[in-house]
């Protein structure tokens, strides 16, 4: 692992220019505007899938149709369905060295830094550039240990009935509106496959970028830990800046077999323009441990609830996420935890931080069922809001039907304090310096949590987002 | 005195906006809870029992007054401090506070029920605390539930003039166990600039009951409203309490109880809307739930933009004393300012065993420990409660209901 002057030289570039975008972009493949069952039928068979996701797709579709839209969380009401792109496939190929990459992908991912760090710290990439995944490779140790890590595309193609046995489980069409219209245009999205016994000690990560106008994302992610393994997937997300909105939506399905352990973070930087709305959830059996951990910074429009449904004895979740909602942008966040069975434990820790006239909101569920006893739940809440324009709410959905159970919940709202400000400026700090840090110090519990090369980058992402925080 | 004086045409007026509002208005529901099971009008806005010696239930030389309703008429009122005077609404237009304040702090369009209760009103007590008036013992109101199919909508505004200070305790109780009713209350609060009112209240009404309250109280500057709640009885037992901060210096305090068994549902909402900055509020619920019953606490706490220097709390905690019972809660904030300090807090659990067990080892049956542990859990409100034989009534209540 490289030091820390050059991880930090690494990646010491104008985050600004996540912003830009590829105006010499050739695509092999766009579809017309606007969802019909055509279109999907013509996905279907551009990807030369089995019959049966073709059905799936359409069944998702109806279901898409009938689904009303949430009422609540971010505005939604003026996503024009007919006017996004579903698919747009960049090339036919998924490469598995950077020089086969088309020319003009591989520069986007090398400003991103991604070949880089996958030479120095990670144990497989893969690079998704609008519908399909352009970029695959795992280092050969893990693949010998038969590890599998791939597109869903690929997946579907080599391993079906593995696809087939898992996918749509966890989280069903029928779940929300939008997970209806992933599980019908899904295209993309990384599949995981991990053996029993199989520990992955350095992480495998998935890159996401849009850069089509009006795209819609609609990623698949499915993981599959089996008993006593481990594995620690991350995700990051970038788009350029459109005057238009842009559609994310994701479905992420995991699934936690006895004693396995799967942390799944995620670095979302998407510009202002996306509309993040994406469902994620993890089923976890006995004695198995499910770690959620996410960086909000972008997106517009943000709704995303990371579940964990805590399903055999013994089963563990820890969802640990830190929201920046800055000016015009909503984040609707939180986390869900559901526990079916006895012994059980789960943490739920939120950082939000607001910032001129941005709102963040946290809205959250505990569910323990009548048979779940000796449950132990903790979830603290905390926001800071930066200015009197911006605006912090707190929304904690708790339901016990269990009695022999433990729950406790605690949400604190409030400024930076003064007292510290003044105590950093003494010691010769600015005050846009001692604010930044105090900031840094508050989402310390998640930046501690990321690999090294990741903190440091979210601390400059953050650094960004506070510049001109002080009059 | 029904109908002898004729009721003010503004009134008639609201009445009648109250009920075209109640025609189109759903009843309010969450995921946890339908109110539609509530048919109000399937109860008798007639039904009029006579109960004998009601007024003895008061103990005349402890209280500065009283008033006692039975069904849906008030039957007994009487002053006993002359910092108080009280007003029906036939005397309306003798004073103007009247006008002023009806439906000023629970609007009649709130919700359907509330709608309801305004749309069949034919009777509203004004309590009005003189300005400087420091009225020391408690005012005492019986609300009586006589009758099968009671409708029952009491309106009390209670207005605290500048400087003065007031203490009210209510208790809702029923005559047979047996028989079905709806009580369907209003409470309007105005604590004027610097006044202090302390407001009290137990429901006990039979497992038969339904009830719909909505209750607001204004804080003004540097005023202070304590609002405290034992909720025993009632089949589905709903009430939205609010603290409006509508000056500096208001402070606003919310203490509640509630014992669940049987089917009993506890749907109780609180909100401290801090409209003003430099002000403080405090919410603190405690609850314990046996057999299948069902608490759903929703709480909030909201900021409005430009309210800096608000200070708020909010507390919920809620016991399951066997499997069966179900506890929701959502203790929810709304900040638009940022130079507050706003926390909340909810907890769900069992009776903790160590305590149980280290009052076993000192000889005290298991039962009983847990009893014990009970009473010490609601004791914060218990204590407020300012008149001594409602108090012991209330322990008593508690204590009927392990059976």
């Keep these: 692992m490289a030091d820390r002057k050059e991880q930090e030289a690494l990646l010491d570039f104008d985050y600004s220019k996540y912003g830009f975008k590829d105006e010499d972009a050739v695509y092999d493949f766009v579809s017309e505007p606007g969802l019909d069952e055509e279109k999907i039928k013509l996905i279907s068979r551009l990807k030369g899938e089995p019959e049966w996701m073709t059905e799936i797709r359409l069944k998702a579709y109806r279901i898409f149709l009938e689904k009303p839209m949430p009422t609540w969380g971010v505005k939604l009401d003026d996503i024009d369905f007919d006017s996004i792109v579903y698919y747009a496939r960049p090339t036919r190929k998924v490469a598995d060295s950077w020089d086969e990459v088309p020319e003009y992908i591989r520069r986007t991912y090398e400003r991103l830094g991604i070949p880089e760090a996958e030479r120095k710290y990670l144990g497989g990439v893969e690079a998704q550039y609008d519908s399909e995944v352009v970029y695959s490779r795992m280092r050969k140790e893990l693949e010998e240990k038969g590890i599998l890590f791939m597109s869903m595309d690929e997946a579907l193609k080599r391993y079906p009935e593995l696809v087939r046995k898992y996918f749509g489980t966890v989280v069903p069409p029928s779940d929300n509106k939008f997970a209806a219209l992933n599980t019908a245009v899904w295209s993309g999205g990384t599949f995981v496959y991990v053996p029993k016994g199989v520990k992955v000690d350095i992480p495998l990560q998935a890159y996401f970028r849009i850069n089509l106008q009006n795209l819609g994302q609609f990623e698949r992610t499915l993981i599959i830990a089996e008993e006593d393994s481990f594995v620690h997937y991350i995700e990051g997300c970038t788009a350029p800046i459109y005057d238009t909105h842009t559609l994310h939506a994701a479905v992420v399905e995991v699934i936690v077999k006895k004693g396995a352990h799967v942390r799944y973070t995620t670095i979302q930087n998407w510009s202002r323009n996306v509309l993040n709305l994406v469902t994620k959830r993890a089923v976890v059996e006995e004695r198995g441990f499910m770690e959620w951990i996410s960086g909000e910074l972008g997106s517009g429009r943000n709704m995303k609830y990371p579940s964990s449904i805590l399903r055999g004895r013994g089963a563990r979740t820890d969802i640990l996420s830190m929201s920046f909602a800055n000016t015009g942008m909503h984040h609707d966040t939180g986390g869900k935890v559901i526990i079916m069975a006895p012994d059980c434990r789960a943490t739920i820790t939120s950082k939000s931080i607001s910032k001129g006239g941005g709102i963040s909101t946290y809205r959250g569920l505990v569910k323990v069922l009548p048979d779940a006893e000796r449950a132990r739940i903790s979830v603290s809440c905390d926001a800071l809001i930066m200015d009197e324009d911006s605006v912090s709410n707190t929304y904690p959905y708790i339901e016990i039907e269990a009695d022999r159970v433990n729950i406790a919940h605690e949400a604190k709202v409030g400024k930076i304090g003064e007292d510290q400000v003044f105590y950093l400026m003494s010691r010769g700090l600015t005050e846009q310096e001692a604010t930044t840090l105090i900031v840094m110090g508050f989402i310390e519990p998640l930046s501690k949590e990321l690999p090294m090369e990741y903190a440091i980058e979210l601390n400059r992402l953050i650094e960004l987002e506070m510049e001109g925080s002080v009059g | ?403």
């Design chain 2, 1 to 403: 005195m029904k109908g002898i004086t004729a009721l003010p045409r503004w009134f008639m007026e609201i009445k009648e906006e109250a009920r075209e509002f109640y025609k189109g208005a759903p009843a309010p529901r969450n995921k946890y809870i339908n109110l539609d099971l509530i048919k109000p009008e399937q109860f008798s806005l007639d039904a009029y029992t006579p109960v004998e010696d009601a007024e003895s239930r008061i103990s005349k030389e402890n209280v500065s007054g009283f008033i006692v309703f039975i069904d849906n008429v008030m039957t007994h009122f009487r002053i006993l401090d002359d910092g108080i005077s009280i007003y029906d609404i036939r005397d309306a237009d003798k004073n103007e506070n009247f006008r002023k304040y009806f439906s000023k702090a629970v609007s009649p369009t709130s919700d359907r029920f509330t709608a309801y209760h305004y749309s069949v009103l034919e009777e509203a007590i004004l309590i009005h605390i003189a300005p400087g008036a420091r009225v020391e013992k408690p005012f005492h109101v019986l609300y009586i539930h006589s009758s099968d199919k009671a409708s029952m909508h009491p309106h009390i505004i209670i207005l605290a003039d500048r400087s003065s200070r007031f203490t009210y305790l209510e208790e809702a109780f029923s005559i047979d166990e047996e028989h079905s009713g709806f009580f369907n209350p209003v409470v309007e609060i105005f604590a004027l600039d610097e006044a202090r009112v302390y407001f009290s209240s137990i429901f006990n009404m039979n497992e038969n009951v339904l009830s719909y309250g909505r209750k607001r109280g204004v804080v003004g500057r540097n005023a202070y409203i304590d609002i405290n709640h034992g909720w025993i009885g009632g089949r589905v037992n709903t009430n939205h309490m609010e603290l409006l901060m509508d000056a500096p210096g208001a402070e606003g305090e919310d203490t509640q109880i509630f014992f669940g068994r049987d089917h009993q549902t506890h749907f109780l909402t609180t909100r401290l809307l801090h409209r003003s900055g430099d002000s403080r509020g405090n919410v603190l619920v405690r609850g314990a739930l046996k057999d299948r019953a069902h608490s759903i606490f929703d709480g909030l706490i909201r900021i409005y933009h430009g309210a800096q220097r608000s200070n708020a709390f909010l507390e919920e905690h809620t016991i399951l004393l066997n499997p069966g019972a179900r506890s929701d809660a959502i203790p929810g904030l709304e900040i638009e300012a940022n130079d507050v300090r706003c926390t909340h807090s909810a907890t769900v659990g069992e009776l903790e065993e160590e305590k149980i067990f280290y009052l076993q080892s000192r000889g005290v049956p298991h039962d009983d420990a847990r009893k014990m542990l009970v009473m010490g859990f609601f004791e914060f409100a218990i204590e407020k409660i300012p008149i001594k034989e409602a108090k012991e009534r209330l322990v008593n209540l508690i204590e009927e209901k392990w059976k």
